[in-house]
């Protein structure tokens, strides 16, 4: 469902959106996307957030579980 909204916009991003929106079915159209687009990103930002921390946290036991791996390879 839609909801209507208003929004205040620099002259120059409306200007920027006319020239970018080609494709779209509108300028809401064209925004709606783009803000989507964001959203993603910063949903993704906060996911790879959480998994750096997850990742740091165990690295310890990562990095001793590589090492006895590359202990089995023989050198060439």
């Not at 959106?17 to 300028?27: C, E, L």
């Not at 990103?41 to 750096?52: A, G, T």
Request: charged residues 30%; proline residues 0%.
């Amino acid at each position: 469902m839609k909801v209507k909204t208003s929004l205040t916009l620099s002259e120059e991003l409306i200007s920027a959106i006319d020239r970018k929106s080609t494709g779209h079915k509108s300028r809401s159209d064209f925004i709606e996307s783009a803000l989507w687009t964001y959203l993603n990103f910063l949903i993704r930002q906060e996911k790879n957030k959480i998994d750096l921390k997850i990742i740091n946290k165990k690295a310890d036991t990562l990095n001793k579980e590589a090492q006895d791996v590359l202990d089995y390879q023989v050198s060439i």
